[in-house]
């Protein structure tokens, strides 16, 4: 079982940035995949960003070169960081975990954080 607490999200002007968190109860090097995923108002729940236990990290073409994603091993944390935001952003904001155990995969979803972006 792994539980997500998201945290950072907020009302900032288009430009502006916010760092999201995500603190995970179990070990994150131990977690094969940490990601980030948004909600739009009216639309599915979409992949913005994803950093495997490797390191590698893969982003969604909307938000290449703006979003970063990064995660700290000791603090079992991983971390969104959003530069140059647009009001498109706005959505509520998931971190999931894969965890693969034994060949089966299992995913964990936080409670979502909100950002808005005003123009």
């Known amino acids: 079982q792994v539980q997500l607490v998201e945290s950072g999200g907020g009302l900032v002007q288009a430009g502006g940035s916010l760092r999201l968190s995500c603190a995970s109860s179990?070990?994150?090097?131990?977690?094969?995949?940490m990601a980030w995923y948004r909600q739009a108002p009216g639309k599915q729940r979409e992949l913005v960003a994803a950093?495997?236990?490797?390191?590698?990290?893969n982003y969604a073409d909307s938000w290449k070169g703006r979003f970063t994603i990064s995660r700290d091993n000791a603090k079992n944390t991983v971390y969104l960081q959003m530069n140059s935001l647009k009001p498109e952003d706005t959505a509520v904001y998931y971190c999931?975990?894969?965890?693969?155990?034994?060949?089966?995969?299992?995913?964990?979803w936080g409670q979502g954080t909100q950002v808005t972006v005003s123009s």
């Open positions: 950093i495997a236990g490797s390191g590698t990290t």
């Open positions: 999931n975990a894969r965890l693969d155990l034994g060949g089966h995969e299992y995913y964990y």
């Open positions: 179990r070990s994150i090097f131990s977690i094969n995949t």
